[in-house]
């Protein structure tokens, strides 16, 4: 049996002076009309961390500390900000001051995905002064 033969690769970006263009899922939103690609998701799955006894080596990797958290995808649009969590829930109201730091940043649209802690006198992540701060577990509003 003979393999096909290898096609040439394409280059996934053009030298050019034009904006990339994404052709639209789904209608663009009139409030953004310059947008150069789909409208923002409702929702992205988080990256989540591996626990590993020291990081990696060498220039080909990067690492994050393991925060003891919630992990949550702030959405940046040019009218609101969402605070989603990973399980879905949108949770905008019990993360206000993360909300308000994210509206200052000065990007029209993004996604950043992250972990929101409470930090200790030490500067290490207190997940029971972080559930505590929500209300206490259960997800009860203070």
Known sequence: MTKPPRQKSQ???????LPIRSRPLKARDPAQPQLPFDPMPDRIEPCLA????????????????KW?????AVHIEPNSVRIITRGGHDWTHRFPAIAAAARKLGVGTAILDGEAVVL???????????????????G???
């Open 120 to 138: 200790d006198a030490e500067g290490r992540s207190d997940f029971g002064a972080l559930q505590r701060s929500l209300g206490g577990r259960g």
């Open 140 to 142: 009860k509003s203070i």
């Open 68 to 72: 003891d958290g919630y992990r949550v």
């Open 11 to 17: 280059p996934l970006l053009r030298e050019t002076d």
């Open 50 to 65: 591996l626990l590993k006894a020291k990081p990696p080596s060498g220039p080909d990797w990067i690492y994050e500390i």
